[in-house]
């Protein structure tokens, strides 16, 4: 492992609350394993107790559901308002920690840690280099933010994706590909779809 990658938090984003599931989706199984703590391990596997997971809607539950303890717990108490309040809560916790935060989501369960190393190792170490993922056309998380952009991901509110980083004039996009990451669980079928 390089110096650069010692500087490096992933944030796993598992506080929304799954209105299209019907119910709490990151506590629920995939091959018995919930889908947050899928994803945490993915990230620990890569960034070891550098793991912010940010948590909001049942809480409790999908704290029980990660059993782990990999990293830092954090909640976003503005959940409801969308994604964009937890890019930045993560984001606040991460600044002047880290050189990069590599931000992903509880709900794509075939991103596995693998993937998370090319991303990381694709990165230049520039204040201003971002390193998406690369599946079904677009470009999407898993997604590596470098420093340089902490503050715009601090910024974000509402249902405010980080998506429009990407054609920022003051940073550079490189991809990575991985097919699987265009598989999410957004609704039971997507997870019968899987099963």
Same mark, same amino acid.
């Given at each position: 492992?390089?110096?650069?990658?010692?500087?490096?938090?992933?944030?796993?984003?598992?506080?929304?609350?799954?209105?299209?599931?019907?119910?709490?989706?990151? &506590?629920?199984?995939?091959?018995?394993?919930?889908?947050? %703590? %899928?994803?945490? &391990?993915?990230?620990?596997?890569?960034?070891?107790?550098?793991?912010?997971?940010?948590?909001?809607?049942?809480?409790?539950?999908?704290?029980?559901?990660?059993?782990?303890?990999?990293?830092?717990?954090?909640?976003?108490?503005?959940? %409801?308002?969308?994604?964009?309040?937890?890019?930045?809560?993560?984001? %606040?916790?991460?600044?002047?920690?880290?050189?990069?935060?590599?931000?992903?989501?509880?709900? @794509?369960?075939?991103?596995?840690?693998?993937?998370?190393?090319?991303?990381?190792? +694709?990165?230049?170490?520039?204040?201003?280099?971002?390193?998406?993922?690369?599946?079904?056309?677009? @470009?999407?998380?898993?997604?590596?933010?470098?420093?340089?952009?902490?503050? &715009?991901?601090?910024?974000?509110?509402?249902? @405010?994706?980080?998506?429009?980083?990407?054609?920022? +004039?003051?940073?550079?996009?490189?991809?990575?590909?991985?097919?699987?990451?265009?598989?999410?669980?957004?609704?039971?079928?997507?997870?019968?779809?899987?099963?």
């Amino acid at each position: 492992m390089t110096d650069r990658q010692h500087v490096i938090f992933a944030a796993v984003l598992a506080a929304g609350c799954s209105s299209r599931f019907g119910s709490t989706k990151q &506590a629920v199984d995939l091959d018995g394993v919930p889908l947050v %703590r %899928r994803a945490v &391990a993915a990230a620990a596997e890569v960034c070891r107790n550098r793991v912010v997971t940010v948590l909001g809607h049942d809480a409790s539950i999908v704290l029980e559901a990660m059993e782990s303890r990999s990293g830092f717990v954090v909640l976003n108490e503005d959940y %409801r308002s969308g994604m964009g309040s937890s890019i930045a809560t993560a984001a %606040r916790v991460c600044h002047g920690n880290s050189g990069a935060l590599l931000l992903l989501l509880s709900d @794509q369960p075939l991103v596995a840690a693998e993937h998370l190393r090319k991303l990381i190792d +694709s990165w230049s170490g520039s204040d201003n280099e971002i390193v998406a993922t690369a599946y079904a056309g677009t @470009q999407g998380p898993p997604v590596l933010f470098p420093s340089g952009a902490y503050q &715009a991901l601090r910024s974000m509110t509402g249902d @405010q994706g980080a998506r429009a980083l990407f054609n920022d +004039s003051r940073f550079s996009l490189k991809t990575v590909r991985c097919e699987a990451a265009a598989i999410d669980i957004d609704t039971p079928a997507d997870l019968a779809a899987l099963e």
